[in-house]
């Protein structure tokens, strides 16, 4: 038997130049990229220089900063929303925090900024609205390729006003045992529609495949991000697109910090399987359901301050 091909996640290349013109010879193979991408493992590495270096440097100086203030204060990120707020999970070892509507800045002020700084911070809460503005648009453009892809491109702008973009911040610490490795975050499948994840390199986040397999993603290049389908997209594409299983392996004595870009369907919305999408082979899998039901859902059922639970809960929620 020769030696195995090691196993390996997708990386599409955003930077070719035409790639981001709609309509394009390059739009539409980056777009067939993507959907395959996220049809057999549900994520992929996009590389992607328009999100500048600088930009990257001072958002994630900004995280830095939030999670060096005393417990205390950082307790005051608050939320009403399940899910929602400043959580530590196995004391010592993860820390989240979240900012709602992260890409309008009155909501980055008046929200998350101004309960640590009273009196404002207007650099801290530029950065975190710039930085999660030019992500989420971003997301659009690849929803744009996704729904294009699929042929239900017609649902694009109803889609995209539906969404509203929620930036969570992470500190994993090391193991207080000297242990080599320890679990960061516990398997779970995202319960957004798309995430979009940025850290040095993420290495230590895993993905599990279809057949069952680990695979460490460690991005190739400072330009890169991670892209990863949720519990949303997978019932609203009737299980087209693959929600992933995931968690964060911890190797070495390092301090982790990530940042990820959440879109989630608005409150209120009935997320509804598009017709297309349905017929005798492909029978309608999830009935509509209001997301922020969903969501009150999981925490009536696990315990919030706990990690997600181990499998998507999309299909108990409202499969058919
Ligand atoms: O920190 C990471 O690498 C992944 C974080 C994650 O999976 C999440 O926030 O849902
Ligand atoms: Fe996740």
């Known amino acids: ?13 955003f930077t070719t130049p035409g790639a981001l013109n709609q309509g394009s010879p390059e739009w539409d193979s980056v777009k067939v990229q993507v959907r395959e991408a996220l049809e057999e493992y549900g994520c992929f590495e996009a590389v992607y220089d328009e999100l500048s270096l600088e930009l990257r440097k001072a958002h994630f100086g900004v995280v830095e900063k939030l999670f060096d203030l005393p ?10 929303k399940p899910f929602h707020g ?18 309008v800045l009155q909501q980055v002020e008046e929200n998350f900024i101004n309960k640590f700084w009273p009196q404002g911070n207007p650099d801290l809460s530029k950065t975190i609205h710039s930085f999660s503005r030019q992500v989420a648009e971003f997301d659009g453009v690849v929803r744009r390729m996704v729904l294009e892809s699929l042929c239900i491109e017609k649902y694009w702008e109803e889609h995209m006003n539906s969404t509203d973009y929620v930036l969570t911040v992470n500190r994993y610490l090391p193991s207080q045992n000297g242990d ?24 230590g986040l895993e993905i599990q495949t279809k057949q069952g397999d680990w695979i460490n993603v460690k991005l190739s290049s400072a330009n890169s991000l991670f892209y990863m389908a949720g519990d949303a997209l997978y019932a609203w594409t009737n299980g087209n697109l693959f929600n992933a299983i995931h968690r964060v392996m911890m190797r070495g004595n390092i301090t982790r910090y990530t940042t990820g870009l959440f879109s989630v369907p608005k409150e209120g919305y009935m997320v509804t399987v598009p017709e297309e999408l349905v017929d005798e082979e492909h029978p309608l899998q999830f009935k509509p359901f209001d ?9 009536e059922h696990f315990d919030p301050s706990s990690i997600v639970p181990e499998v998507s809960n999309i299909k108990t929620y409202c499969g058919t």
């Open 180 to 203: 080599e490795s320890h679990l960061g975050l516990l398997s779970h499948t995202d319960k957004t529609t798309t995430s979009l994840l940025f850290g040095k390199d993420l290495d």
């Open 1 to 13: 038997m020769g030696s195995q091909t090691p196993l390996k996640l997708p990386v599409i290349d």
């Open 71 to 80: 417990t205390d204060v950082k307790k005051l990120n608050v939320y009403e």
């Open 86 to 103: 400043y959580r530590g999970h196995y004391p010592d070892v993860f820390e989240t925090m979240e900012v709602d509507c992260a890409n």
């Open 291 to 299: 997301h922020f039901e969903y969501l009150k859902f999981l925490a």
